[in-house]
Protein backbone atom coordinates (compact mmCIF):
# COMPACT_ATOMS: atom_id res chain seq x y z
CA UNK A 1 0.00 0.00 0.00
CA UNK A 2 1.06 3.30 -0.93
CA UNK A 3 1.29 5.82 2.03
CA UNK A 4 -0.93 8.35 1.86
CA UNK A 5 1.37 11.33 2.73
CA UNK A 6 3.22 10.07 -0.94
CA UNK A 7 0.28 11.76 -2.70
CA UNK A 8 0.79 15.32 -0.99
CA UNK A 9 4.96 15.56 -0.76
CA UNK A 10 5.29 13.95 -4.24
CA UNK A 11 5.80 16.44 -7.03
CA UNK A 12 4.50 13.62 -9.51
CA UNK A 13 1.25 13.05 -8.05
CA UNK A 14 -2.06 14.07 -10.28
CA UNK A 15 -4.63 15.79 -8.09
CA UNK A 16 -6.79 13.28 -8.99
CA UNK A 17 -5.19 10.98 -7.15
CA UNK A 18 -5.30 12.78 -3.84
CA UNK A 19 -9.56 12.39 -3.40
CA UNK A 20 -9.13 8.29 -3.46
CA UNK A 21 -6.30 8.46 -1.14
CA UNK A 22 -7.99 10.97 1.48
CA UNK A 23 -11.38 8.56 1.25
CA UNK A 24 -8.59 5.88 1.96
CA UNK A 25 -7.61 7.39 4.59
CA UNK A 26 -11.16 7.98 6.23
CA UNK A 27 -12.41 4.79 5.27
CA UNK A 28 -9.05 2.47 6.99
CA UNK A 29 -8.42 4.89 10.09
CA UNK A 30 -11.14 6.70 10.66
CA UNK A 31 -9.67 10.32 10.19
CA UNK A 32 -12.13 12.80 9.20
CA UNK A 33 -9.32 15.66 7.40
CA UNK A 34 -10.45 19.26 8.33
CA UNK A 35 -12.27 20.47 4.96
CA UNK A 36 -9.80 23.33 4.62
CA UNK A 37 -6.90 20.92 4.66
CA UNK A 38 -8.53 18.83 2.27
CA UNK A 39 -9.14 22.19 -0.14
CA UNK A 40 -5.61 23.26 0.47
CA UNK A 41 -4.10 19.68 -0.84
CA UNK A 42 -6.55 19.43 -3.40
CA UNK A 43 -5.42 23.16 -4.64
CA UNK A 44 -1.59 21.88 -4.01
CA UNK A 45 -2.23 18.68 -6.06
CA UNK A 46 -3.26 20.75 -9.03
CA UNK A 47 -0.50 23.16 -8.96
CA UNK A 48 2.27 20.74 -8.42
CA UNK A 49 0.39 18.90 -11.78
CA UNK A 50 0.43 21.52 -13.56
CA UNK A 51 3.91 22.48 -13.33
CA UNK A 52 5.22 19.09 -14.21
CA UNK A 53 3.30 18.46 -17.19
CA UNK A 54 2.09 22.02 -18.49
CA UNK A 55 0.05 20.03 -21.08
CA UNK A 56 -1.51 18.12 -18.54
CA UNK A 57 -5.50 17.61 -18.90
CA UNK A 58 -6.68 19.98 -17.04
CA UNK A 59 -9.92 21.71 -18.09
CA UNK A 60 -11.45 25.26 -17.39
CA UNK A 61 -12.93 25.35 -14.50
CA UNK A 62 -11.84 21.93 -13.30
CA UNK A 63 -10.46 23.24 -10.31
CA UNK A 64 -13.82 25.41 -9.30
CA UNK A 65 -15.31 21.82 -9.14
CA UNK A 66 -13.06 20.14 -7.18
CA UNK A 67 -13.52 23.41 -4.91
CA UNK A 68 -17.45 22.80 -5.21
CA UNK A 69 -16.91 18.85 -4.38
CA UNK A 70 -14.82 19.67 -1.57
CA UNK A 71 -17.43 22.25 -0.35
CA UNK A 72 -19.57 18.98 -0.74
CA UNK A 73 -17.59 16.59 1.22
CA UNK A 74 -17.29 19.37 4.12
CA UNK A 75 -20.68 19.63 4.72
CA UNK A 76 -21.34 15.86 4.59
CA UNK A 77 -18.58 15.51 7.28
CA UNK A 78 -20.10 17.96 9.38
CA UNK A 79 -23.12 16.32 9.70
CA UNK A 80 -21.35 12.81 10.27
CA UNK A 81 -19.26 14.73 13.02
CA UNK A 82 -21.98 16.49 14.54
CA UNK A 83 -23.91 12.96 14.62
CA UNK A 84 -21.04 10.91 15.60
CA UNK A 85 -20.47 14.00 18.31
CA UNK A 86 -24.05 13.85 20.06
CA UNK A 87 -25.95 10.82 18.90
CA UNK A 88 -28.33 13.02 16.68
CA UNK A 89 -29.21 15.48 14.57
CA UNK A 90 -32.28 17.56 14.27
CA UNK A 91 -34.32 19.94 11.75
CA UNK A 92 -36.85 22.08 12.18
CA UNK A 93 -39.84 21.04 9.75
CA UNK A 94 -42.31 23.42 10.55
CA UNK A 95 -43.69 26.01 12.94
CA UNK A 96 -47.28 25.11 14.28
CA UNK A 97 -50.10 27.66 13.94
CA UNK A 98 -51.52 29.22 17.35
CA UNK A 99 -49.08 27.35 19.47
CA UNK A 100 -46.61 29.99 20.57
CA UNK A 101 -42.51 28.90 20.55
CA UNK A 102 -44.11 25.61 19.19
CA UNK A 103 -42.63 23.84 16.16
CA UNK A 104 -42.30 20.49 14.50
CA UNK A 105 -38.76 18.42 14.10
CA UNK A 106 -37.37 16.10 12.43
CA UNK A 107 -34.52 13.61 14.75
CA UNK A 108 -32.30 10.84 13.34
CA UNK A 109 -30.83 8.89 16.27
CA UNK A 110 -28.02 7.01 16.29
CA UNK A 111 -27.52 4.07 19.18
CA UNK A 112 -23.93 3.44 19.33
CA UNK A 113 -23.15 -0.35 20.30
CA UNK A 114 -21.40 0.43 23.69
CA UNK A 115 -24.25 2.15 24.79
CA UNK A 116 -26.73 -0.63 24.14
CA UNK A 117 -23.92 -3.00 25.58
CA UNK A 118 -24.10 -1.00 28.89
CA UNK A 119 -28.12 -0.51 28.94
CA UNK A 120 -28.54 -4.26 28.64
CA UNK A 121 -26.11 -4.64 31.57
CA UNK A 122 -28.09 -1.54 33.19
CA UNK A 123 -31.11 -2.89 32.47
CA UNK A 124 -30.85 -6.95 33.12
CA UNK A 125 -29.04 -6.07 36.61
CA UNK A 126 -31.65 -4.09 37.77
CA UNK A 127 -34.04 -6.59 36.99
CA UNK A 128 -32.67 -8.99 38.83
CA UNK A 129 -32.12 -6.56 41.77
CA UNK A 130 -36.32 -6.22 41.84
CA UNK A 131 -37.55 -9.47 39.89
CA UNK A 132 -40.14 -11.27 41.77
CA UNK A 133 -42.46 -13.29 40.12
CA UNK A 134 -44.40 -16.02 40.75
CA UNK A 135 -43.58 -19.54 40.59
CA UNK A 136 -39.83 -17.96 40.31
CA UNK A 137 -37.27 -17.52 42.57
CA UNK A 138 -36.47 -13.58 43.90
CA UNK A 139 -34.32 -12.35 41.53
CA UNK A 140 -34.72 -14.53 38.78
CA UNK A 141 -35.99 -13.18 35.27
CA UNK A 142 -38.06 -15.53 33.88
CA UNK A 143 -37.80 -16.86 30.31
CA UNK A 144 -41.10 -14.87 28.55
CA UNK A 145 -39.05 -11.42 30.18
CA UNK A 146 -35.67 -12.48 28.83
CA UNK A 147 -37.30 -12.79 25.29
CA UNK A 148 -38.00 -8.94 25.61
CA UNK A 149 -34.99 -7.93 27.08
CA UNK A 150 -33.65 -5.95 23.71
CA UNK A 151 -37.09 -4.23 23.71
CA UNK A 152 -36.78 -2.84 27.20
CA UNK A 153 -33.09 -1.83 25.74
CA UNK A 154 -34.56 -0.14 23.01
CA UNK A 155 -37.09 1.43 24.94
CA UNK A 156 -34.67 3.34 27.52
CA UNK A 157 -32.44 3.96 25.09
CA UNK A 158 -34.82 6.37 23.16
CA UNK A 159 -36.15 7.50 26.47
CA UNK A 160 -32.28 8.48 27.24
CA UNK A 161 -31.44 9.45 23.79
CA UNK A 162 -34.86 12.11 23.37
CA UNK A 163 -34.18 13.57 26.53
CA UNK A 164 -30.40 14.08 25.88
CA UNK A 165 -31.50 16.36 22.88
CA UNK A 166 -33.94 18.19 24.41
CA UNK A 167 -31.35 19.49 27.15
CA UNK A 168 -29.20 19.88 24.46
CA UNK A 169 -31.35 22.13 22.08
CA UNK A 170 -33.44 24.05 25.06
CA UNK A 171 -36.87 21.94 24.14
CA UNK A 172 -39.43 20.40 26.41
CA UNK A 173 -41.79 18.13 25.43
CA UNK A 174 -46.12 18.73 24.77
CA UNK A 175 -49.14 16.77 26.25
CA UNK A 176 -51.85 15.24 24.65
CA UNK A 177 -52.00 14.18 20.79
CA UNK A 178 -49.72 17.17 19.80
CA UNK A 179 -46.78 15.75 21.81
CA UNK A 180 -47.52 12.38 19.95
CA UNK A 181 -44.25 10.64 19.14
CA UNK A 182 -44.63 10.15 15.06
CA UNK A 183 -41.89 7.41 13.48
CA UNK A 184 -40.04 7.60 10.20
CA UNK A 185 -39.91 5.32 7.55
CA UNK A 186 -40.32 2.12 10.24
CA UNK A 187 -43.35 1.60 12.82
CA UNK A 188 -42.62 1.14 16.27
CA UNK A 189 -43.35 -2.54 15.94
CA UNK A 190 -40.05 -2.97 12.91
CA UNK A 191 -38.24 -0.90 15.50
CA UNK A 192 -38.35 -3.19 18.49
CA UNK A 193 -38.42 -6.37 16.15
CA UNK A 194 -35.30 -4.64 14.19
CA UNK A 195 -33.07 -4.01 17.28
CA UNK A 196 -30.55 -6.19 18.80
CA UNK A 197 -28.08 -5.02 21.69
CA UNK A 198 -24.88 -4.71 20.83
CA UNK A 199 -25.12 -3.85 16.94
CA UNK A 200 -25.00 -0.45 15.72
CA UNK A 201 -28.81 1.24 15.33
CA UNK A 202 -30.74 4.68 13.96
CA UNK A 203 -34.08 5.45 13.67
CA UNK A 204 -35.77 8.65 12.92
CA UNK A 205 -38.60 10.54 14.36
CA UNK A 206 -41.03 13.93 14.39
CA UNK A 207 -42.19 14.99 17.53
CA UNK A 208 -43.66 18.93 18.06
CA UNK A 209 -42.06 20.44 21.21
CA UNK A 210 -41.63 23.55 23.05
CA UNK A 211 -38.90 26.21 22.92
CA UNK A 212 -37.84 26.41 27.05
CA UNK A 213 -38.53 30.20 27.77
Keep these: MVPLMTFVTTPYAPH ?3 KPAMASCVRILGIHPIPQQRLRLAR ?3 QRAHETDP ?3 LVHGEEDADEDDVGDDAHNLEETSAMSNRGYSMSILDDVQGEDGVAKYGFEFKIAEADSKKTRRDTIRNMKEN ?3 KGFRKGEIPPFIWSK ?3 FVLEECFSKNLKSALDNEGLELLEGDLGKVNYVDRSEADLKREFQSGSPFSYKIEICLRKKA
Design 55 to 57: DAD
Design 16 to 18: RVL
Design 131 to 133: ASF
Design 149 to 151: IDQ
Design 44 to 46: LGV
